[in-house]
């Protein structure tokens, strides 16, 4: 064990010592993993209850996404947009028809696929909208996060992310999250599209007010402004629906995904719209090397039939619903230090009293008991496990969770009235 715990320290160390210090990680050496559950390089057992931020939905090392990969990694694997292939168009017309939309641009991360997005609304505002080029303005939401390329953080209204890294680039405009009298306000003549998440992950998995996209849809109709749908995090059944904006009845104009749609082997983006939209893109206008590449379309294909032949975004639904009841139940036991617990499908924030624990402090809690969870602004912790997790992991990861919180509940002797609880 001692060996162990050197390796642990050493891999820790060699991080420390040549890698950036971008990244602040809980002190968990991961050796390997199979569907929901991890191993360190000492041997321990955890439940992944974060899934790399939706990237991991499948659950880790998803059989056949890998031999899918293997399949293509023994013909060809990259050869840029320069030439055709064999697996990008059944890829694209899988995704057509999981969207419903009649196009996609294909990326890398869900970064660029915001920037893909980004060019688009411009382009479509200058050439459909005729607004003067320089002059396009695009709405977002206080609170968002879209990425970290300079532009993105450029228009993030947390101070950390901006901090250092400007001047940055214009054409953006903020509004509250789910105020439509706040988006209405923020708006002008140049106003071309308004990019907003339907749940602020990073925010710490706020749901907006019933209606909001209702109300958006109507007046970017009446407004001949583009909607786009960052779905990112929450796409691809993370919700308990294919797609977050089915919840509310509506459809974008325009959709982003990643994460989930690289199966948890491979970084795989894409920008998805109709003709109407995504046909202001022109050849040389916009692309990227690894776009759309033949093993990344294999590997996303291969990842869209397992979702739904295996039913995972139904499996989303009675399992999320069933991990909100349960942390629930453990909230009711340890007021006020869980303030709050609020989500929709698989994808769950449960909000810290601050006086009372971190959630930082608690997540590293977990992780010693072997629960994988990640903190957000140090008030939330963020549960978004595989989709393909059981009901007895669930009760597992939960049973833990709940010794966690009645023992920081007893370290700090407080007691307070019952918070509101937000349905989902």
């Not at 599209?193 to 339907?198: F, H, I, S, Y």
């Not at 994808?347 to 590293?364: F, K, S």
Request: proline letters at 4%; one cysteine or more.
């Amino acid at each position: 064990m001692d060996t162990e715990k050197n390796a642990t320290e050493a891999y820790i160390g060699k991080e420390a010592r040549y890698g950036a210090r971008n990244y602040a990680p809980v002190h968990v050496v991961v050796d390997h993993a199979r569907d929901c559950l991890v191993w360190d390089v000492e041997g321990r057992e955890y439940i992944d209850m974060m899934s790399a931020y939706s990237a991991v939905s499948h659950g880790h090392l998803h059989p056949r996404i890998v031999a899918a990969a293997h399949r293509q990694l023994e013909k060809v694997a990259v050869t840029s947009r320069a030439y055709f292939g064999t697996t990008l168009g059944p890829f694209l017309e899988k995704l057509a028809q999981v969207t419903g939309f009649e196009r996609a641009l294909p990326m890398n991360t869900g970064a660029e696929a915001v920037e893909t997005a980004i060019k688009c609304a411009r382009r479509w505002g200058n050439r459909v909208k005729g607004i003067p080029d320089g002059m396009q303005q695009i709405l977002v939401a206080r609170g968002n996060f879209h990425g970290r390329t300079t532009t993105i953080v450029g228009f993030s209204s947390e101070a950390g992310y901006r901090d250092g890294f400007g001047p940055f680039c214009g054409g953006f405009q903020h509004f509250d999250f789910g105020d439509m009298e706040s988006l209405k306000a923020a708006a002008t003549e140049h106003t071309c599209a308004v990019l907003v998440e339907p749940i602020q992950g990073e925010a710490g998995v706020l749901l907006p007010p019933p209606g909001f996209f209702q109300e958006l849809r109507a007046w970017c109709t009446d407004r001949q402004v583009l909607w786009i749908d960052d779905e990112v995090q929450s796409g691809l059944g993370r919700t308990g629906k294919w797609f977050a904006f089915e919840h509310e009845g509506v459809r974008p104009d325009a959709l982003v995904l990643g994460k989930a749609l690289g199966g948890g082997l491979l970084p795989v983006s894409a920008f998805c719209a109709d003709e109407g939209v995504i046909g202001v893109f022109s050849p040389n206008s916009h692309g990227s090397t690894f776009g759309g590449n033949a093993l990344a379309a294999a590997v996303a294909l291969e990842g869209l039939k397992v979702l739904e032949e295996e039913q995972l975004v139904e499996r989303s639904a009675e399992r999320g619903a069933y991990l909100l009841g349960r942390l629930r139940e453990v909230q009711d036991e340890v007021r006020p230090l869980i303030r709050e617990v609020r989500g929709r499908g698989l994808w769950i924030g449960m909000d810290i009293e601050p006086a009372c624990a971190t959630a930082r402090d608690l997540v590293e809690r977990l992780a010693a008991r072997g629960v994988l969870s990640k903190e957000t602004h140090e008030t939330v912790i963020r549960f978004a496990p595989p989709l393909t997790i059981s009901y007895a992991l669930v009760d597992r990861a939960v049973e833990i969770v709940r010794e966690v919180m009645q023992e920081k509940h007893r370290e700090s002797g407080l007691q307070g009235k019952p918070a509101a609880v937000v349905d989902a």
